[in-house]
């Protein structure tokens, strides 16, 4: 029996009515009560996912077995980092984690001096405020999406992994690369049910001072929400339709045949 299962065993719980419905999410419904709080097993494990999402935010991106992972599938990466110097900055400044430092500008910079040839795509991985989204779903995300890409003909740029980085930054990325477009790879603000759901934007033609109007979001991607394999599906259909059209955002509405049939969170702050 589950541990916070006996801690209500000596109180009398009455259960909801709706809770045949839990089977069907894992919001927070339906949870019965003891007198007129909720039972104690239902507290205990509020208290466990506040806890989880908590560290999703505060717990720092380990770039080495990211990097090591990425390298071992054959991709090349450059390891970057925002104008916030650290987690508390990056908290608390925002805007910061929107922009590169000065050396990760200058690094870029002399990437491209040495490597003048055009570049179609950049992938731009950011810690964003999950690390845990990142560590778990990033490289698999990457290798998914590249290989179709790779079925393209695309010339795709090293993978740039940001730390302290937030959705805005892959615009100054992909700038500074000269690429068309750009995929970003960012972990999403952690919710009590999910602590490592990954987010992916897609931008065409991106530059910096872009607003989210420009960007298309897919959302929820973890094992509990949507599959690497559907989400890279739905981008790969994004990006075929942006070139097509040229534009992204707004201006690009989702109409794959999978639209109707996969949903990410809807209602969400960007990272």
Known sequence: MDELEKTDQTASVTENPWQALRRYTAARIAQGR??????????????????????????ALQIEPLTEELHSAGYQTIQLHSRASDRTEYLQRPDLGRRLDMRSVKQLQQYRQQHPGSVQVALVIADGLSSLAVQSHAAAMAGSVLSRLAD???????????????????????????????????????GLSSPDSLGIYYTYQPSVGLTDARRNCISNVRPAGMSIEAASEKLIWLIDESVRLKCSGVGLKDQSVSSSKIHGRKNFLLP
Do not use: K, Y
């Open 34 to 59: 003891t007198g007129v709080s909720l039972p104690t097993s239902a507290l205990l494990a509020f208290q466990m996912d506040h806890a989880s999402a908590r560290d999703a935010v505060h717990t």
């Open 152 to 190: 393209r003909g695309l010339s795709i740029a090293p993978l740039s992994i940001v730390s302290q980085g937030r959705v805005a930054v892959g615009d100054e990325v992909a700038e500074l690369l000269g690429a068309e477009l750009l995929i970003l790879l960012v972990g999403e603000r952690p």
